[in-house]
């Protein structure tokens, strides 16, 4: 039994790792991890593992994040025969547009799409090579592949059947997912259909109704830091930005100048530049910079103070891009604008849409954001006659509860906005799909589950999101644990009932998928 095992950059990966191999006859034919020293946790624990797993397996196929770094290593890569032909070329076109894209996050001066094709072509074949090579026959993804990279790697094991378990975040507190065979399915519209709501909840675990009552500490930590991060919309915020850029420029020229006075850094966000010169990285970021605080200071002057919330309106917060939660998982809708294009022409009479910037979008540490907003996103939102523009400092928790539904593509708010009994219109492949929670492909069908959905209660949709639990919860999807290494310590389980309760369910799913090797 031949695995692969993806994006394995914690401790907690290793741990469950190590338990996996031990408990299963499988050979580890690929893994793909951070790089010595990079590893959330126990570095000198993680290095220890990682040399026993390639100890054990020594034919298996190592990268660490150096490997796929630099496009001038890429040759080791093209250096196998080639298998792709011009059908294979066409039936991939998906997982081209796509890489296309991710690597936006790694070209800090932007690169030609015929360079970047280049590099895909490789991959693609690659891959495509190596998983018939090896016979990989399963796959653990320990998050949404979102690295072009891995997410080649992923889709073309999708291609060709190959089994793949992934664990992913849930909002629940104390909380995770891990998903079978590619993605986490639309709870079925006849599942526990004739259940009441008291009927639904009888059949879920105490300590699961704890979770969707309690918020999430890790959640609301993180919301906390972005909420530091916004310059209010006055009088004196240009300048205020203006001032923020300063400190950040003359810091990064700093580390440019004198980069051995600080902790080494990896030039990921240039690094399809071939960029590796601290100084020159540490100009283009400025340059990118500038851009940046400039497209904050237009959204805060183009953004409406004067909102009304008690009209009709349907909230829609954007989000930071890039992440993985808009690429790949918010899939052709990563444009967000043709999502608030799609809602605009799909709301009843008289009802506005309220766009929110998300508060990381402008985050001076985040440079390739530039990449992802311009001044024609914008200025096209701000032209259409039914959009408003919010402010950055507004509570969106505020205009959560004063909406009439709330839009994403898979995002915190969706979830918010569910547990305020606010039904919900997902663009992306959310886990919190349900029919309180529409997927939308159309103007049709945004327009329909806007009128369905508007007839559902309070308790109509609070029935919704338990079902959606009970549906997940008794298909195995959900796992007592954190997935963040940082974030163990803060759980009311020990770091080893965490990790069991991962490795078991990881055991349960291979033994659904391989039943003859259990």
């Known amino acids: 039994m031949n695995y692969a095992f993806l994006d394995v950059g914690h401790e907690f990966n290793l741990d469950v790792i190590k338990k996996f191999i031990a408990k299963n006859n499988i050979n580890v034919s690929f893994m793909n991890s951070y790089a010595s020293g990079m590893f959330h946790g126990d570095n000198e624990k993680c290095d220890s593992i990682i040399s026993e797993i390639k100890n054990q397996n020594p034919n298996m196929i190592y990268w660490d994040f150096y490997d796929y770094l630099y496009t001038e290593d890429y040759f080791k890569y093209f250096d196998v025969p080639w ?13 081209e547009s796509m890489a296309m894209r991710l690597m936006d996050r790694s070209a800090l001066i932007p690169t030609s799409v015929f360079s970047r094709r280049r590099l895909y072509l490789i991959l693609l074949n690659y891959f ?79 300590e699961l109704l704890k979770a969707v009552s309690t918020e999430s500490k890790y959640l609301l930590s993180y919301k906390t830091k972005e909420s530091k991060k916004i310059v209010k919309q006055n009088f004196f915020s240009s300048f205020l930005l203006y001032k923020r850029f300063a400190v950040k420029a003359i810091m990064n020229l700093t580390m440019g100048i004198f980069p051995f006075l600080f902790k080494k850094r990896i030039l990921h966000f240039a690094s399809l530049n071939g960029i590796r010169n601290q100084f020159y990285y540490r100009i283009v970021l400025n340059g990118k910079l500038f851009k940046l605080i400039k497209l904050n200071i ?43 294009k799609i809602i605009a022409d799909s709301i009843p009479e008289g009802w506005k849409v309220y766009v929110k910037e998300h508060p990381n ?14 001044e024609l996103f914008y200025d096209i939102l701000q032209k259409m006659k039914n959009v408003e523009l919010v402010p950055l400092q507004l509570d969106s928790n505020e205009l959560i509860k004063n909406s009439k539904m709330v839009a994403t593509l898979t995002g915190t708010l969706g979830w918010e906005a569910l ?16 029919q309180a929670a529409r997927p939308i492909k159309s103007v049709s069908s945004c327009k329909k589950a806007i009128e ?52 078991k369910k990881m055991q349960y799913f291979h033994t659904l998928n391989f039943p003859a090797n259990a």
């Open 298 to 340: 237009l959204y805060n002057k183009i953004a409406n103070r004067n909102l009304n919330l008690e009209e009709n309106y349907i909230f829609v917060g954007l989000h930071m891009q890039p992440e993985k939660t808009s690429q790949p998982m918010g899939g052709e809708y990563d444009n967000q604008l043709m999502m608030i």
């Open 452 to 503: 369905e959905m508007m007839q559902m209660s309070r308790e109509d949709i609070e029935r919704e999101v338990f079902r959606s639990l009970l549906f997940l919860n008794e298909n195995n999807h959900l796992v007592k644990s954190v997935r963040w290494t940082s974030s163990f310590e803060l759980s009311s389980l020990s770091y080893e009932d965490q990790i069991e309760n991962l490795f």
């Open 419 to 434: 547990t305020s009994h606010i039904p919900v219109l997902v663009f992306g492949k959310s886990y919190y799909r349900c």
């Open 128 to 206: 495509h090579y190596i998983i018939d090579e090896k016979n990989i026959e399963g796959v653990v993804s320990f998050d949404t592949a979102h690295g072009y990279f891995t997410n080649i790697f992923h889709e073309v094991c999708k291609m060709k059947d190959v089994n793949i378990v992934q664990v992913e975040f849930h909002f629940l507190t104390e909380y995770s997912l891990m998903f079978n065979q590619y993605e986490n399915p639309m709870v079925p519209v006849d599942f526990a259909q004739d259940n009441s709501l008291e009927d639904i909840k009888s059949k879920l675990p105490e």
């Open 361 to 374: 979008q402008f985050n001076v540490k985040k440079v390739p954001n530039r990449h992802y907003r311009d």
């Open 83 to 95: 298998v792709i032909d011009e059908e294979i070329l066409f039936k991939s076109k998906h997982i």
